[in-house]
Each structure stands twice: as structure tokens, then as C-alpha cells.
């Protein structure tokens, strides 16, 4: 059965810092999926990956996928405090999406 | 553009009652999924469901919790006699068959607490 383990899963980080969110797999995929979700609300989707080698970024955030190594990143450049949230990654398995157990981000003044 | 609506946002149940959660998908999305989230935890998958059809269900308890999407009417996700360990936010997603590469919606959830 599909293992989707993130790491850390705790992460309190100070603004301007960078950092690197990780995310491993353990079946063959050729997507994933990362989502933000805020304290006591629903996920959002930030990034789609869809093959080998994808590299998406939006503003802070940079997403990429190795489908060989079974690994995503998720990398943040120069945290504002904005960004604290939980991240979770997810792959596709069967019908649905499994996703990891979140990565709690805090980012501190 | 409504997106993925839940009801209700907040559900009080004592033990042994009945709880029903509701999920109305995306316009034009005709898959749903319901996930339960533990507190501090990650989305446990639970079902997957198509208009009148259960897909996929291995994730949901075989005793107590059942769920459908009728033809008409938004997907229940039915809890029975519920105890404490039911206490979960539950929430609903939808896709479209048409592009199996998007991302699932999800809805607000609904936050189950069982006292």
C-alpha cells in the first residue's frame, strides 16, 4: 500500500529565513499534489506536478518532483509570517489521493 | 461559481445518536470523496463515490459509517450511533471525470463533535 511520509513535521522558522519541506513516496507516481491548509479551514490547492523533473513556483513557494527518487520538495524562500500554515503533500493511489501527515509551518518575526 | 459545500459546519452529537453530513459537489463535478481528519493529523481517506455508485470504500469502517450519492441531492455521509472517537473534522472533495490530472476541491468540512 501507497506510504506518503513528510518531513518534518513540525517546522518553526524565523521571516527571511529559507527552508525545504520533504516529501517521499512509495509507489510509482507521476503526480503530485501539494495543498496549504489554515488553522480550522478547508485545503487549498497550491501545486499541480505532473511529471519528472516539474518545477512550479508561486511567489515564496517552489515545488518540484523527482518521480525516479519518489521525492517532492516544497522549498520556501525568505518566510513571511503569511506563510504559516500546514503543507501537505498527496499522490494519486487507486481512485483517490493519499496525503502525508502535514507539515506544520510556523514562521516567527 | 459555487464551490464544494458542506453542511453543517459544525455538528454536537451525543453518544448513540445518528450524525449526517452532507457534501454538495462543484458544478460538473461528478466524483466525490469524503475524508476524515484527526486533530494535529493528516486526511485519512474514507470513500469514494460516483453518482449512485459507492468506487471505492476500503477506507471507511465497516460498521456504522455509510455513505451514497444519489442521483438527486447532494452525498451523506452517514455515522451511527456515533461514540467519542468519531470527533473528527470530516471533509468532502470533488473532481472531474473529464480531467483526472486537477486538483480535488474540498469544502469547508464539517467539524463532528461527540460528547
Known amino acids: 500500500e501507497l506510504k506518503v511520509e513528510q518531513n518534518p513535521l513540525f517546522l518553526s522558522m524565523q521571516e527571511g529565513k529559507n527552508y525545504t519541506i520533504y516529501c517521499n513516496y512509495s509507489t510509482t507516481s507521476d503526480r503530485l499534489y501539494w495543498y496549504r491548509q489554515d488553522p480550522g479551514k478547508s485545503l487549498e490547492s497550491l501545486f499541480v506536478l505532473l511529471s519528472n523533473g516539474a518545477v512550479k513556483q508561486e511567489g515564496r513557494l517552489m515545488a518540484s518532483l523527482d518521480t525516479k527518487a519518489r521525492l517532492s520538495t516544497l522549498h520556501i524562500t525568505a518566510a513571511v509570517h503569511d506563510l504559516s500554515a500546514t503543507y501537505f503533500c498527496?499522490?494519486?493511489?487507486?481512485?483517490?489521493?493519499?496525503f502525508g501527515a502535514g507539515t506544520r509551518l510556523t514562521v516567527k518575526p | 461559481n459555487a464551490g464544494v459545500m458542506q453542511n453543517p459546519r459544525h455538528l454536537v452529537r451525543r453518544r448513540g445518536q445518528e450524525a449526517r453530513l452532507r457534501c454538495s459537489p462543484m458544478k460538473g463535478h461528478s466524483h466525490v470523496y469524503w475524508y476524515r481528519q484527526l486533530p494535529e493529523e493528516g486526511l485519512k481517506f474514507m470513500v469514494y463515490?460516483?453518482?449512485?455508485?459507492?468506487?471505492?470504500e476500503s477506507g471507511m469502517p465497516k460498521e456504522r459509517f455509510s455513505a451514497e450519492f444519489p442521483k438527486e441531492g447532494p452525498s451523506i455521509l452517514r455515522i451511527q450511533q456515533v461514540v467519542r472517537g468519531d470527533s473528527a473534522a470530516y471533509f468532502c472533495?470533488?473532481?472531474?471525470?473529464?480531467?483526472?490530472?486537477?486538483?480535488?476541491?474540498f469544502g469547508n468540512g464539517t467539524r463532528l463533535t461527540v460528547t
Open positions: 498527496a499522490v494519486p493511489y487507486n481512485n483517490d489521493m493519499r
Open positions: 463515490l460516483q453518482k449512485e455508485n459507492i468506487i471505492d
Open positions: 472533495a470533488s473532481s472531474s471525470i473529464r480531467d483526472k490530472n486537477s486538483p480535488l476541491h
